[in-house]
């Protein structure tokens, strides 16, 4: 059985006519009918029903017809994947972000690109402050998105924006409400919900954590906000992620010594500066760096 026959096949089953398939792959009518016949001899099957006016495929003909198909489309596939190799497209591309990155619209923007590179194996990632440079440091990711914790002059970075965090509580977390300015040693008799930073290799990050006081240290946004909601702690959070529950109430933002109420951070899409770049890595590239400065 070769490429060939399975294309003389399938091109008779969908024109309906030896001479038609003949026409649509280039090949003489009676290549096409040999084609076919080797394939009935090799298994010793009847592809086509060869008594009417036009060849129908028997029922043994559509079952082999069906898996034909899904094998040429899979040829064609690694044909695909075989050039873009040959092009020094990479096969496997990893991307961390950080655990504080507003997704929705970065990960429509890393669809698009994913989407050119069908061949390309992707895996995303998240960490937190200086485990997403890390990252980047020990080769395990390719690109990536967050704070600039942990670079330097050994990475390459552009700015993709910033990030409002806010301090917040449950309403009437504190005693005597939340209106007021918490003092640090008050602080102590409540939990402040910190992110943990994953870095395993490198030096912890922390950003103004109370010296006073119990910390419950999460890995994800997700459950620190949720401790937060349910009135379990405080501590900062970015402000995209909270827009609703401080809307409906469910979160207040509060004043605790030393520890500012609102306060920004930029946020990068960073690479190593050495290093071989393949044609993802460059799309990747060009592509965020164009979306984010218009």
Not at 9 to 29: D, H, N, W
Not at 148 to 157: N, Q, S, Y
């Amino acid at each position: 059985m070769t490429n060939e026959q399975l294309r003389a096949l399938i091109a008779v089953a969908e024109q309906g006519s030896f001479r038609k398939a003949a026409k649509t792959i280039y090949k003489t009518q009676a290549a096409i009918s040999a084609s076919i016949k080797s394939l009935e001899n090799e298994f010793d099957i009847v592809l086509f029903d060869r008594n009417q006016y036009r060849p129908t495929l028997t029922d043994v003909g559509q079952a082999f017809y069906r898996r034909a198909k899904l094998t040429m489309e899979h040829f064609v596939q690694l044909q695909t994947m075989g050039r873009e190799l040959a092009n020094n497209v990479e096969p496997t591309f990893g991307i961390v972000i950080g655990a504080s990155c507003p997704l929705p619209l970065l990960l429509k923007q890393l669809k698009v690109i994913i989407d050119q590179f069908p061949f390309t194996r992707f895996h995303i990632t998240t960490e937190v402050l200086n485990g997403v440079v890390e990252k980047i440091n020990d080769g395990n990711v390719d690109l990536g998105f967050g704070p600039e914790f942990g670079l330097d002059a050994t990475h390459e970075k552009v700015l993709i924006g910033s990030i409002t965090f806010i301090n917040v509580a449950a309403p009437n977390y504190f005693k005597g409400g939340n209106q007021r300015k918490i003092l640090l040693e008050e602080s102590r008799e409540y939990s402040q919900i910190v992110l943990r930073d994953s870095a395993t290799n490198s030096d912890k990050a922390a950003m103004y954590v109370s010296p006073y006081g119990e910390t419950w240290s999460v890995g994800d946004m997700a459950t620190k906000k949720e401790l937060t909601v349910a009135g379990l702690g405080w501590g900062r959070l970015p402000e995209h992620l909270i827009q609703q529950e401080l809307k409906n109430g469910l979160l207040e933002p509060i004043s605790v010594e030393n520890i500012p109420v609102e306060s920004t951070g930029d946020m990068y899409m960073f690479r190593k500066r050495e290093g071989s770049r393949g044609p993802v890595a460059e799309r990747f590239w060009k592509e965020i760096t164009q979306a984010y400065s218009t």
